[in-house]
């Protein structure tokens, strides 16, 4: 029996945020230059956006909840109908350069309210770690976590504290 070497693999280069700055562009563009390529793969896919929120007629203070919007997969955490959003669902908020900033219900995590105060992305976010699983395993999203609004009845019995 002859054996033969064994064919040498190419890998490809991955990016490297950590030494490579034009790998980390959300270190060095601001939300608004930004490409549209840029800005969707600043997402972490954490779905939190994803999730209802009632807001209290007085304080204007914002209660999260683990309702998920219909279009979303809880599977992949991931819109069901992305481009077409907010035609099926009139309330989905958008998130643009303009209006992070005003969206203060977004998690503390968020990719893209994080650059807007200019600190860096949580170690693991796919852009910093190159899995795009590990915001799923290290409990940063609301895979495991959310019901389908479906099935939830009233929200108000669907309040949490760990969105933020």
Known sequence: MTLAPAPKLQIAATPDPVNDTAAAFWRTKSLET??????????????????????????????HTNVACRLLDLDTCRCGDYDRRQRRVP??????????????????????????????????????????DLVHRVGASVWGRAVPEAEAGPLEHHIVTWPA
């Open 91 to 132: 309330g989905c908020q958008v998130l643009t350069p303009s209006t992070v900033a005003h969206f203060q219900w977004l998690p503390s995590t968020c990719a893209y309210r994080l650059v807007a105060a200019g600190r860096d992305l949580p170690w693991w976010h796919h852009l910093v770690s190159g899995d795009r």
């Open 34 to 63: 930004m490409t549209a390529s840029e800005w969707e793969a600043l997402c972490d896919g954490c779905a939190k956006c994803c999730l209802a929120k009632l807001q209290d007629a007085d304080t204007d203070e914002i209660a």
